[in-house]
C-alpha cells in the first residue's frame, strides 16, 4: 500500500468511526484462530494417546464414546484449516466452530455417563470425571470473551448451562448424578465462567478502545504529515526561487543593462562599447560561475571552496569594480565556526544586497564590514547612494528584500534595512549562531 492510500485511509477511519466498528465485528482478533487450532491439536492428541492406552492396556479400559470425540475434532481441525470457508461463512464462521467446540464435549460426557449406566455403573461413578468438561469449555469461553462481548458470555454460559441440564434429566432418571447435584455444579461452572468471561470481556474492550484511539491518532498524525510534507514543497520552491533570483536574475539584469549601454555607445564610441562588452562578457561569465554553484547548492554539496570570507571578499571587489565604486572592504582573512548552512545564507544576504547597490543605489563609495566577537557575527553592508523609503520599497527591489528577511529567519538572524532618501543603504545582518 503506497503512502498515499495509507494517509487516505486514516483519514477515512478518523472521519467515519462506523468503519471501525465493522472492522471489529467482522474480523477476527489477532492470533485467535491459531490458539483456536491449538487446542484442537492438543485434545486430538490427548484423545488418540488415551486410546493408544487403551488398546495396549485393555484391563484398564474406560467407558466412553471416542468415535464422536474423534470425530468432532477432526471436523473442526478441517474446518479451521481452510481459509476459504472463513471467506465464505463470513460472520458465522466462528460462531459455528465456537457451538461444535461446546456442544460436542456436553453431548459426549452425557453419551459417556448413558454407557456406563447401562453398563452397571451408577451413581457419582458414573459421572466421576465431569469436571474434565470445565476445562473442555473454558478454552471456548475465553476465545468467545476475547472476540465479542459480554453479552455473548451470558449467551454462552446460558446455553451450555440449559443443555447440559436437560441432557441430566434423562440420566438422572437411569440412576446417574441426582439432577439437584447435576443443577448445582452447572450452576456453579455458569457463575465461574461468568466471572472469566467478564474480566477477558472488559479487557478486550480497553484493547480495542485504545487500537481505536491508536488508529485515529495515526490519522491526525498522517495528515499532519501531508500538510509537512506541503509545506516542504512549497519551502522548497520558494528556494529555488531565491536560488534563481540570486543567480541568473542578477546576472542578466547587469548583462542586459550593459548591452543598452553597448549599444548606445557602438556608433559614438566604439572604444567605450567594446569595453563595455568586455564588462558584459565579465559578467556573464561570473553569472554562469553563481549558476553552476548554486546549482551544486540545490543538489546539497559542500561550500564553496573558497570559504565564507574570501567569497565575499571577490563579490564585493567584483560589485565595486562593475559599478565604479571605491571600495572599503573590512572582511576578516577567515570566518570560521559557522554552519554551511548559516555561511549559505551569509552569502546570499550579502550577494543580494551588493546587486541591489549596483542596480538601484547610484553610489559612490560602498562598505562591506564582518564583525565577529564570541558568538555573535555581524555583516553590515553601507552606500551612500540614492536610498529608498523602508515603508514603501520600490517595486523591482520587493521580491529580493523579502527574500533576505526569509533567509536570515532560515538561519536564525535578523536583518535590518535603514535608509532614507537621499541617505544612502544600510543593511545589517546579526546571526548569533556561531558554534
Request: one cysteine or more; glycine letters at 6%.
Amino acid at each position: 500500500m503506497s503512502y498515499v492510500e495509507m494517509t487516505a485511509l486514516s483519514i477515512a477511519l478518523e472521519a467515519n468511526p462506523a468503519i471501525i466498528e465493522g472492522m471489529k465485528r467482522t474480523s477476527l482478533e489477532p492470533g485467535l484462530l491459531q490458539i483456536f487450532r491449538l487446542f484442537i491439536g492438543a485434545r486430538l492428541a490427548l484423545l488418540l494417546l488415551s486410546l493408544f492406552f487403551k488398546l495396549i492396556r485393555p484391563e484398564q479400559r474406560i467407558l466412553r464414546y471416542p468415535s464422536l470425540g474423534i470425530v468432532e475434532l477432526l471436523f473442526l481441525m478441517i474446518y479451521l484449516s481452510w481459509p476459504w470457508l472463513r471467506d465464505l461463512l463470513g460472520r458465522v464462521y466462528l460462531p459455528l466452530a465456537l457451538v461444535v467446540t461446546s456442544v460436542g464435549p456436553i453431548v459426549e460426557q452425557a453419551l459417556t455417563v448413558g454407557l456406563r449406566l447401562r453398563h452397571g455403573v451408577h451413581g457419582d461413578a458414573a459421572s466421576a470425571d465431569m469436571w474434565q468438561l470445565i476445562v473442555v469449555l473454558f478454552v471456548p469461553l475465553i476465545l468467545l470473551s476475547w472476540q465479542y462481548s459480554f453479552r455473548s458470555v451470558i449467551a454462552f454460559c446460558i446455553g451450555t448451562a440449559l443443555l447440559d441440564l436437560v441432557l441430566a434429566v434423562p440420566l438422572a432418571i437411569m440412576g446417574g448424578v441426582r439432577f439437584v447435584d447435576t443443577f448445582g455444579l452447572v450452576f456453579v461452572r455458569s457463575l465461574l465462567f461468568a466471572l472469566v468471561g467478564y474480566v477477558v470481556a472488559r479487557l478486550m474492550t480497553a484493547q480495542r478502545a485504545q487500537r481505536e484511539a491508536l488508529a485515529r491518532a495515526n490519522a491526525q498524525l498522517a495528515r499532519y504529515a501531508t500538510t509537512l510534507e506541503q509545506l516542504a514543497t512549497s519551502r522548497e520552491r520558494n528556494r529555488l526561487a531565491r536560488e534563481l533570483h540570486d543567480t541568473l536574475a542578477h546576472t542578466l539584469s547587469a548583462v542586459a543593462v550593459q548591452l543598452e549601454a553597448t549599444s548606445a555607445l557602438w556608433d559614438n564610441d566604439q572604444a567605450a562599447a567594446r569595453a563595455m562588452l568586455e564588462g558584459s562578457l565579465t559578467a556573464t561569465r561570473e553569472g554562469l560561475s553563481e549558476a553552476r554553484r548554486a546549482i551544486r547548492a540545490l543538489r546539497a554539496a559542500p561550500l564553496e571552496d573558497l570559504g565564507l570570507a574570501l567569497a565575499i571578499r571577490n563579490l564585493a571587489e567584483s560589485v565595486a569594480t562593475r559599478a565604479a565604486l571605491v571600495l572599503d572592504l573590512q572582511v576578516p582573512e577567515r570566518i570560521s565556526g559557522l554552519e554551511p548552512a548559516i555561511e549559505q545564507g551569509i552569502y546570499r544576504i550579502a550577494g543580494e544586497s551588493l546587486a541591489n547597490v549596483a542596480r538601484h543605489a547610484d553610489a559612490r563609495h560602498l562598505t562591506v564590514r564582518f564583525d565577529q566577537a564570541g558568538e555573535r557575527l555581524e555583516l553590515t553592508i553601507s552606500d551612500d547612494g540614492r536610498g529608498f523609503d523602508t515603508t514603501n520599497p520600490p517595486s523591482d527591489g520587493q521580491y529580493g528584500l523579502r527574500g533576505m528577511r526569509e533567509r536570515a529567519e532560515m538561519i536564525g538572524g535578523t536583518l535590518e534595512i535603514e535608509s532614507r532618501p537621499g541617505q544612502g543603504t544600510t543593511v545589517r545582518l546579526t546571526v548569533e549562531a556561531v558554534k
